[in-house]
């Protein structure tokens, strides 16, 4: 089995499952991380198969806007990522607005010009 392929295997079984997160972190994580995905389609669809499974039991108020800052952070030099990733912003507003989520704010630096930004 190629490491695409078992991306996608944990990937598919944390989106039907997002309790099974706890399972595959560690290999999934390592999995798109690693050279020849780090920068996939694959890698991508877990990274927010992981925020999706952390929004859907988040172990405390930070967790799924700290997740969703390092998305942004990664693919930041990448419009095309970013905009697959807006619609994922877009839902976290709508559940912290409807309370479903905890509001936070975390504080990010802009490593491009050293000031602080907003999360």
Same mark, same amino acid.
């Given at each position: 089995?190629?490491?695409?392929?078992?991306? /996608?295997?944990?990937?598919? +079984? @944390?989106?039907?499952? %997002?309790?099974?997160?706890?399972?595959?972190?560690?290999?999934?994580? /390592?999995?798109? *991380?690693? %050279?020849?995905?780090?920068?996939?389609?694959?890698?991508?669809?877990?990274?927010?198969?992981?925020?999706?499974?952390?929004?859907?039991?988040? %172990?405390? +108020?930070?967790?799924?806007?700290?997740?969703? *800052?390092?998305?942004?952070?990664?693919?930041?030099?990448?419009?095309?990522?970013?905009?697959?990733?807006?619609?994922?912003?877009?839902? @976290?507003?709508?559940?912290?607005?409807?309370?479903?989520?905890?509001?936070?704010?975390?504080?990010? #630096?802009?490593?491009? #010009?050293?000031? %602080?930004?907003? +999360?």
């Amino acid at each position: 089995m190629t490491a695409d392929v078992r991306l /996608a295997a944990l990937t598919a +079984g @944390i989106e039907a499952d %997002p309790a099974a997160l706890a399972g595959a972190r560690d290999e999934g994580d /390592a999995l798109a *991380g690693a %050279p020849e995905l780090r920068d996939s389609d694959a890698a991508l669809r877990w990274r927010i198969a992981v925020v999706r499974a952390v929004i859907a039991a988040p %172990p405390d +108020g930070d967790a799924v806007r700290e997740l969703y *800052g390092e998305l942004v952070d990664r693919y930041r030099a990448q419009p095309a990522r970013l905009a697959e990733l807006r619609a994922l912003g877009d839902e @976290i507003r709508r559940l912290e607005a409807d309370g479903t989520l905890a509001r936070s704010l975390v504080a990010r #630096s802009d490593r491009r #010009s050293g000031r %602080p930004q907003r +999360g």
